[in-house]
DNA sequence: CGTGCATTTGATTCGTGTCAATGCCCGTGG
DNA sequence: CCACGGGCATTGACACGAATCAAATGCACG
């Protein structure tokens, strides 16, 4: 539970140093945890964006429907991250959500951001950084797609769960659990969940990565990383010292 | 100049109301405005992140450079846009931006940025928004290129352009100008520039738009938002209501 | 301990990439 | 002002990665 909880604190904690007033603030953020089962949809495309949910316990996705009702996966979501602070600051929903596994989140009305922003720039500044980070991984992801093929998509794809499970202080030595269908990680990755098969299955003799029906494991780091030519540099960039000086 | 200057107030303006001293902080913004020659380098990669500017004319793109010394074209700015909101939240740049044609850029000090979040509320929710729109749009190109064929993303890419130069107020029935290479394009759109332009004297056969060396025109609105699955709905979402009331 | 969904495997087709050559526009310098 | 040159755009031929269709296998969950 603890942990759980320190969770979203030490994610935004990365990005500043907050006093009392500041912590007491983020706590409202954490405040009415909520339990909530597999499936549960958070929100709506469409709907009014009246709260911000972090999310304590499980994964989630965001998703939006396209017309033959299925739904194209667009991001996917792990304990610490805080949950539709893009959806947040438009009147409507642009995506819908939905938990992937059993969880706890804890929901956030509009409003109070409204307050924070007005109470403490300082954590008004933390999260539009965490807000920055996400709009990072997914330029990233963008970037992934738009150049690389279906296996250095998927090496990607690998280190970037391993380094954001790794940043929230999770086990991802011997492998990490991964709540999601090879359907959604095709999805994610712009190709077909039966290619996807295949070229993990590659990769697996070839020695790189190591998987199972839920759980992924990476295998040679260095080889994934030159693949994808992926650096973890920017998942460990702190906040502009330039904007700490409060 | 009056126009150019309301371009970003403009942009900012869609997100929120401004009192005199909002104003006042955001003229700040724009004081200092320079001119840079196309090719200009704005920032690059790795570099620390110590100032954001505001395009008050001319083009500009971000990008990364791979390993064989080629660059990756990640995102694109017109007129109005904010550049660097992302970046700057970071101690080092994420990625490098330079200019696509002559134009006035107003470089703004990360500290001053400090300074609003510290000062206006309003303002930093307005900056926040602003950031958000960025980040939405770079989902929505996300989605694009994971599920849409080259037809598709052209026709995507065409909109997307055309939406965003009508907002800042551009005149965009007859066309508009497009100061970048087929090649820059078609690494936006994650095909190759062969069949880029293979594709679009398609879609032009279909006459669904007309293309000129510099110029792009939107020929049939509705058949090119049918084919890219394309609405404008969320370039028109404005701030979250309940974020307004200050 | 079946039953349905997820995954794997095989065969074939299609979109797109690559290589190579040509043509065209435009800025440059004479 | 015109001729030249070089990048940019177009076109053709071919190869290959990935999509699709279809069927079989294997897990996990009730």
């Keep these: 539970m603890d942990h759980y909880k320190s969770c979203v604190t030490q994610n935004l904690s990365h990005h500043i140093d907050?006093?009392?007033?500041d912590v007491r603030l983020l706590a409202e953020l954490e405040e009415d945890p909520t339990n909530v089962k597999k499936h549960t949809e958070l929100w709506e495309t469409g709907r009014a964006a009246?709260?911000?949910y972090t999310l304590r316990s499980g994964w989630a996705f965001a998703f939006r429907r396209n017309e033959d009702g299925s739904r194209q996966v667009m991001?996917?979501?792990?304990?610490?991250?805080?949950?539709?602070?893009?959806?947040?600051?438009?009147e409507h929903h642009y995506t819908s959500a939905c938990m992937l596994t059993d969880g706890i989140i804890c929901p956030f009305p509009t409003e109070r951001l409204h307050y924070i922003f007005g109470r403490s720039p300082k954590l008004a500044m933390g999260l539009h950084a965490a807000a920055a980070r996400q709009q990072m991984i997914i330029m990233d992801r963008l970037v992934n797609v738009l150049s690389h093929d279906a296996k250095a998509r998927i090496a990607h794809f690998t280190l970037e769960i391993?380094?954001?499970?790794?940043?929230?202080?999770?086990d991802v030595e011997n492998g990490y659990g991964l709540p999601i269908t090879q359907k959604q990680i095709s999805m994610l990755l712009g190709i077909s969940e039966v290619h996807l098969s295949r070229t993990m299955s590659e990769l697996e003799e070839m020695g790189l990565l190591r998987k199972t029906r839920k759980?992924?494991?990476?295998?040679?780091?260095?080889?994934l990383s030159e693949l994808?030519?992926?650096?973890?540099?920017?998942?460990?960039?702190e906040l502009n010292p330039l904007l700490q000086t409060w």
């Design 50 to 52: 009246e709260k911000l």
């Design 75 to 90: 991001d996917i979501y792990v304990p610490g991250d805080v949950l539709g602070i893009r959806d947040v600051t438009f």
């Design 18 to 21: 907050l006093n009392d007033e």
């Design 162 to 170: 391993y380094y954001r499970l790794k940043r929230i202080g999770a």
């Design 228 to 237: 994808a030519r992926f650096t973890p540099d920017r998942f460990n960039d």
């Design 215 to 223: 759980k992924l494991q990476v295998l040679d780091i260095d080889r």
